[in-house]
């Protein structure tokens, strides 16, 4: 499939709830028009990716995260490693904008994540963590480029939930639900193309 192929899908702006279990649930707005990035716009994000990998420590060694990765507004601190924010820029304010408007009002920060599928870039299951964040507030990640897989799994439990994410899709993730399941995007080998994904937390001061 091409790269533009990638960008055909067009179809609705609905919104979705999805539940996981009884207790728990993610929301879905598909295919936000502002975030369908175009091939010119999704190169542009694309060429801000760091040069090197972010490191995290797993089992007291240094080991690199198999995407880029980039902190905006807040530092993001998780297993043992901390994501030094740049300056929240001009090319953010539309998702902080929107996100603030239609999902939650303190959502301040963005980590941006950049898959390249013909390297086999993935995130591996995990909770997000929640140093730092207002409590009760919800986690939003937003898709653009390759649709790819967004797993759930009950945490310290069996099974899981795929749900695509395709170019535009706003996912929600609210606060209970990041307690009780992990969340990941694994690779599989019919991923070859280019995908980031903005994520927006909310920080305390
Ligand atoms: O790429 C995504 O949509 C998920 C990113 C994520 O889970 C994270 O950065 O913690």
Redesign the pocket.
């Known amino acids: 499939m091409s790269q533009l192929d990638l960008f055909a899908a067009d179809q609705s702006n609905e919104f979705e709830k999805l539940f996981l279990d009884s207790d728990h649930f993610i929301e879905k707005y598909h295919q936000v028009d502002r975030f369908k990035l175009d091939q010119p716009d999704f190169a542009a994000l694309w060429r801000e990716h760091p040069d090197d990998f972010h490191e995290v420590v797993i089992h007291g060694k240094r080991v690199p995260t198999p995407?880029w990765?980039q902190a905006y507004g807040k530092n993001?601190e998780?297993t043992g490693s901390r994501n030094n924010a740049l300056p929240i820029h001009a090319g953010h304010q539309k998702y902080l904008q929107w996100c603030q408007e239609n999902i939650h009002p303190e959502l301040n920060s963005l980590?941006i994540?950049w898959?390249d599928g013909s390297s086999k870039h993935y995130?591996g299951r995990?909770r997000?963590s929640t140093k730092g964040l207002v409590p009760g507030t919800p986690?939003v990640?937003i898709?653009h480029g390759e649709t790819?897989i967004?797993r759930f799994r009950p945490f310290r439990g069996e099974g899981f939930l795929d749900f695509p994410?395709v170019n535009g899709d706003v996912?929600i993730i609210p606060w209970d639900t990041n307690k009780h399941f992990t969340?990941?995007?694994p690779h599989f080998t019919k991923y070859t193309g280019r995908?980031i994904?903005v994520?927006l937390r909310a920080y305390g001061s």
């Open positions: 995407r990765q993001y998780y980590l994540n898959y995130i995990h997000d986690i990640t898709s790819r967004f994410v996912l969340h990941e995007v995908r994904s994520t």
